[in-house]
């Protein structure tokens, strides 16, 4: 495809879902991309870490006055049950105007909507600036070698994106509804209490590490963090399993271990939020003469792009295309742009996600074509 035809975004999400890039599997997905980047005049880099893939492109000169950027991924997450989807999971058919894959929600589309809007807009009114794409095979995993990697290659090389859009899908039910200006932290902790096993029938002689496990998932779980700020809800603290893996009915274990999730708001810190953790199981090691071990996993900060020229920007382009106006929003789990709002403002907008990791992942086709002309319009705005 010459660089002075339109990019069609629907032909391009069909290719990338095409290629079963189940992370950290990259499948030949970047590749199509950087063929077409580079072909449309994209300076084109690769940025490889950790056996992950990753590509960043920028058309225009580096350190020009104005750097407006993309981010996403083309990693996918497992099919699952390949029996139970009812059309095959990379085959990105499309019938009664769905195209049905996995990532033809999360994100694929997203990906080859903004690629493509670029691709033209650069082509046909060249802007005074940049346009900058960073794309990771590794969002779906651990998530270390990714954009964290691609932000580390730009600030070593000297480039900049000023502000980003993460294109990721943002809308509950309707398309243009939601752009998320910000996302919760997210932690996992995990609990090992260690006591001392016995026979149930002389609990005397043993010291059972389960009442001290319970009760110190009752005092997490019961404790009100906050009542929510201005830009997001209430943080929340889910006990998501308790286990001792004991089968007898006539042995108090030696040990049993538990696992929680918090998503918290900007009223908190990941730091802030452990040191009230060990605050408490010092309380339940104490009271219960027990050993308690703890291991916590931060996978990001709370954080909020205020609303302002930005979002502003985006909502403008949405309600022009999709006659919606959207909702500001910071509800969710995490994503990419937790690492992107350490280099510049960023915000979020893409397709309906109700499919997304489903069996029959799916999206309509003229979404995505709508998803085009609403990057194109941003992209027309913040260059004028």
């Known amino acids: 495809m010459s660089s002075s035809s339109p990019v069609d975004p629907v032909d391009l999400t069909a290719r990338l879902v095409r290629c079963p890039s189940v992370t950290p599997a990259d499948a ?3 590749d199509i991309l950087h063929t077409l980047l580079g072909d449309a005049g994209f300076s084109c880099e690769w940025a490889d870490r950790g056996g992950i893939r990753n590509l960043f492109a920028r058309w225009g000169a580096k350190g020009n006055t104005r750097s407006f950027g993309f981010n996403g991924h083309t990693d996918v997450v497992p099919i699952g049950d390949e029996a139970a989807w009812t059309m095959p999971p990379f085959g990105a058919e499309i019938k009664d105007g769905v195209m049905y894959g996995r990532g033809t929600t999360d994100m694929k589309s997203g990906v080859a909507a903004f690629v493509a809007a670029a691709v033209d807009f650069v082509s046909e009114t060249p802007p005074d600036g940049s346009v900058v794409i960073t794309i990771t095979g590794d969002e779906e995993g651990e998530s270390v070698d990714g954009t964290l990697a691609l932000l ?3 600030e070593k090389h000297g480039e900049r994106m000023d502000v980003c859009l993460v294109g990721e899908p943002t809308c509950p ?3 243009g509804e939601m752009i998320k ?3 919760r932290g997210s932690m996992t902790v995990k609990f090992r209490v260690i006591g001392k096993q016995g026979h149930s029938a002389y609990p005397h002689r043993a010291n059972n590490p389960l009442p001290a496990m319970v009760r110190l998932m009752d ?3 019961s404790h009100e963090l906050d009542k929510g700020t201005d ?3 209430a943080s929340t603290l889910a006990v998501v399993t308790v286990d001792t893996g004991n089968p007898a009915t ?3 274990p030696a040990e049993c271990s538990a696992t929680i999730n918090i998503r918290f708001n900007d009223t908190h810190s990941g730091a802030g939020l452990t040191d009230w953790i060990e605050g408490e199981v010092a309380a339940i090691r104490d009271a219960f003469g027990v050993q308690v071990e703890t291991q916590v996993k931060i996978s990001g900060e709370s954080f909020i792009t205020p609303p302002g020229d930005l979002s502003s920007m985006v909502s403008r382009a949405v309600e022009a295309v999709t006659g919606v106006t959207p909702e500001l929003s910071t509800t969710g789990g995490t994503s990419d742009a937790r690492f992107v709002k350490a280099h510049c403002p960023v915000v979020e907008f893409g397709l309906v996600g109700q499919s997304m990791h489903q069996v029959d992942e ?4 003229d979404h995505i074509q709508e998803l085009k002309l609403i990057y194109t319009r941003i992209l027309q705005d913040y260059f004028a």
């Open 362 to 365: 799916h999206v309509r086709v």
């Open 181 to 183: 200006i910000g996302r």
């Open 152 to 154: 580390e290659h730009m």
């Open 28 to 30: 030949g997905a970047l």
């Open 219 to 221: 005092r997490l779980a």
């Open 231 to 233: 830009h997001f809800d």
């Open 250 to 252: 006539n042995v108090i």
């Open 173 to 175: 039910n309707t398309m």
